[in-house]
């Protein structure tokens, strides 16, 4: 079983930077590709980014490309979204998950594990 582990969310300002990392726990790691979703107050979760298990190839939605980063470390077991040019409409619960298999997917059903989620504020 994978358990992703959400971290390093906060309240930032628009234009602003914020690193969320997740952990998972489990050795076999490497084998599933891993995304990353939102969900903002009164809305459905939506994807925002995808890594295959190796690292390459990744994926993003329109709206936080060029200004979103997901990566990964496999021999930490965890994979990273860098975001920078923060917006308001970026505020959201951000949710890490992992997939079912190494391959990028990038709906909320190809995904099999989530974990409880970050809180992202970006002020204007």
């Known amino acids: 079983q994978v358990q992703p582990v959400e971290s390093g969310g906060g309240l930032v300002q628009a234009g602003g930077s914020l690193r969320l990392s997740c952990a998972a726990s489990r050795r076999t790691f490497d084998i599933y590709a891993m995304g990353w979703f939102r969900q903002a107050p009164g809305k459905e979760r939506e994807f925002v980014a995808a890594?295959?298990?190796?690292?390459?190839?990744?994926t993003y939605a329109d709206s936080v490309k060029g200004r979103f980063t997901i990566s990964r470390d496999n021999t930490k077991n965890t994979v990273y979204l860098q975001m920078k040019s923060l917006k308001p409409e970026d505020t959201a619960v951000y949710y890490c998950?992992?997939?079912?298999?190494?391959?990028?997917?990038?709906?909320?059903?190809?995904?099999?594990?989530w974990g409880q989620g970050a809180q992202v504020t970006v002020s204007s």
């Open positions: 890594i295959s298990g190796s690292g390459s190839p990744t």
């Open positions: 998950a992992a997939g079912r298999s190494p391959l990028v997917v990038t709906t909320i059903r190809g995904y099999h594990y």
